[in-house]
T-cell receptor, first 109, second 108 residues
Framework: KAGVTQTPRYLIKTRGQQVTLSCSPI?????VSWYQQTPGQGLQFLFE???????NKGNFPGRFSGRQFSNSRSEMNVSTLELGDSALYLCASSLYGYTFGSGTRLTVV | KNEVEQSPQNLTAQEGEFITINCSYSVGISALHWLQQHPGGGIVSLFMLSSGKKKHGRLIATINIQEKHSSLHITASHPRDSAVYIC??????????FGKGTRLSVIA
């Protein structure tokens, strides 16, 4: 069965731009969560969606947003990019446990 | 707020050695994940535990709910085990809380 698919794998953006990342969960999983990983802070929770509703939100500025579609696919958007947003962004889908995608590595220059 | 502490932060071992990585957390949980992250970023969930012990190949994970502590053991370590191992906990509908990770290097 297909795993969690994240696109794109790599992305380079300029400060001030915005970016949209995509996550397709495992078929049948209705929960999708997003995480940011940086060398300094490690893995941090961004937000979680379940059946198109945001269920939890981490401590990130409003520039970080997300949504989930009726087919459970999820997108996250970061507006007005800052250098500090450079990170690996991971999503996970869950039913009883978590399955992670390979991540999107975002570099902001 | 649940705090998750892992030890050691870094670990270097000779091939064949028995390895233990520890994880402690501060409040009650529903379950604990052990995750493996290789260079390149992708994370693989090795185990999900809510009690007792699980074994998969050379990997063994244990959890003591009363002591709020879990261990990940690797028997007969191999260079391909070199990775970052991360402990993550969750309670009901709360999000995952992660440890900082243990960077393991196994030298041939």
């Amino acid at each position: 069965k297909a795993g969690v698919t994240q696109t794109p794998r790599y992305l380079i953006k300029t400060r001030g731009q915005q970016v949209t990342l995509s996550c397709s969960p495992i078929s049948g999983h209705r929960s999708v969560s997003w995480y940011q990983q940086t060398p300094g802070q490690g893995l941090q929770f961004l937000f979680e969606y379940f059946s198109e509703t945001q269920r939890n939100k981490g401590n990130f500025p409003g520039r970080f947003s997300g949504r989930q579609f009726s087919n459970s696919r999820s997108e996250m958007n970061v507006s007005t990019l800052e250098l500090g947003d450079s990170a690996l962004y991971l999503c996970a889908s869950s039913l009883y446990g978590y399955t992670f995608g390979s991540g999107t590595r975002l570099t902001v220059v | 707020k649940n705090e998750v502490e892992q030890s050691p932060q870094n670990l270097t071992a000779q091939e064949g050695e028995f390895i233990t990585i520890n994880c402690s957390y501060s409040v009650g949980i529903s379950a604990l994940h052990w995750l493996q992250q290789h260079p390149g970023g992708g994370i693989v969930s090795l185990f999900m535990l809510s009690s007792g012990k699980k074994k998969h190949g050379r990997l063994i994970a244990t959890i003591n709910i009363q002591e709020k502590h879990s261990s990940l053991h690797i028997t007969a370590s191999h260079p391909r085990d070199s990775a970052v191992y991360i402990c993550a906990v969750f309670s009901g509908n709360t999000p995952l809380v992660f440890g900082k990770g243990t960077r393991l290097s196994v030298i041939a």
